[in-house]
């Protein structure tokens, strides 16, 4: 764990919450994968109790993670990679991979892998006012509902959380159920959502590590204005390095073609 946030304490509580696009956060994600369509309609009678969720929530964030930039040291980002909008610790054995949009040759996500386990990762630009995840958790649940998946929202380890089953077909033909886990962090004015999937949606030790990455994540926001729920931009680092030979695959990984948005279960 890192023990980043403790100097900055009443800096970051002052700092306001988040908002993300809704397109990219939400709905249109349920739509282009059937894991992130699973995630959020359940809890709408619960949503009274949002505005002092967020501000509890806000307050442990800035100690236990994942950060704003405004809350980090600069030597405590030493043998971070550099994203643009994101800060990602490097750590043995995880890879990295840049989730890129086919059409915009964008980078839209992030994607930690170790093992069978991973998680995507992006990051919105939201309203100082406000948190995002509430309304964010069921516009996902709605879309994994209308796709015939079944969600459960519960408490975890960054708040409510939504787990999404979904229909699929499993390689030998059979039907079966794609598990994706998603959770939402709001912070000054920006929102970050992960979406955990292979074993860290359904193995406690897979999922606890992961969640343990997640937590290490920097986010930088940066002082421009931007609507909510747009993107925070995300570059391809210098040491990026495309996939060539699959024996010696590198931490940091760019496809090589089109988008590795990811893919549920």
């Given at each position: 764990m890192l023990g980043f946030g403790r100097k900055k304490k009443d800096q970051a509580e002052q700092e306001p919450a988040v908002d993300e696009q809704k397109d990219a956060a939400g709905k249109d994600d349920a739509r282009k994968d059937p894991a992130a369509s699973q995630a959020g309609v359940?809890?709408?009678?619960?949503?009274?109790?949002?505005?002092?969720?967020?501000?509890?929530?806000?307050s442990q964030r800035a100690q236990t993670g994942p950060f704003d930039l405004a809350e980090v040291d600069a030597a405590d980002l030493e043998g971070f990679i550099d994203l643009g909008g994101l800060r990602i610790r490097r750590e043995p054995g995880v890879n990295v991979r840049l989730d890129v949009d086919q059409k915009s040759q964008r980078v839209v996500a992030v994607t930690l892998e170790e093992g069978q386990a991973s998680v995507q990762v992006q990051a919105f630009a939201a309203p100082k006012s406000r948190g995002l995840w509430p309304q964010i958790r069921t516009e996902l649940a709605e879309s994994v509902r209308s796709q015939q998946g079944m969600v459960d929202i519960t408490?975890?380890?960054?708040g409510r959380q939504v787990l999404a089953k979904i229909p699929a077909s499993l390689p030998d033909g059979q039907r079966g159920l794609r598990v994706a886990r998603f959770v939402g962090v709001d912070g000054p004015r920006w929102f970050l959502r992960g979406v955990f999937t292979g074993d860290a949606a359904v193995q406690e030790q897979a999922a606890a590590r992961m969640e343990e990455l997640f937590r290490g994540i920097?986010?930088?926001?940066?002082?421009?204005?931007?609507?909510?729920?747009?993107?925070?931009?995300?570059?391809?680092?210098?040491?990026?390095?495309?996939?060539?030979?699959?024996?010696?695959?590198?931490?940091?990984?760019?496809?090589?073609?089109g988008p590795e948005v990811t893919r549920i279960g």
């Open positions: 359940s809890d709408a009678a619960g949503e009274a109790q949002a505005p002092s969720e967020t501000e509890e929530r806000t408490d975890g380890p960054f920097v986010v930088v926001r940066g002082r421009e204005p931007m609507a909510p729920r747009d993107l925070l931009p995300l570059e391809v680092p210098a040491e990026a390095v495309r996939r060539t030979e699959p024996e010696e695959e590198p931490d940091l990984q760019v496809p090589q073609r």
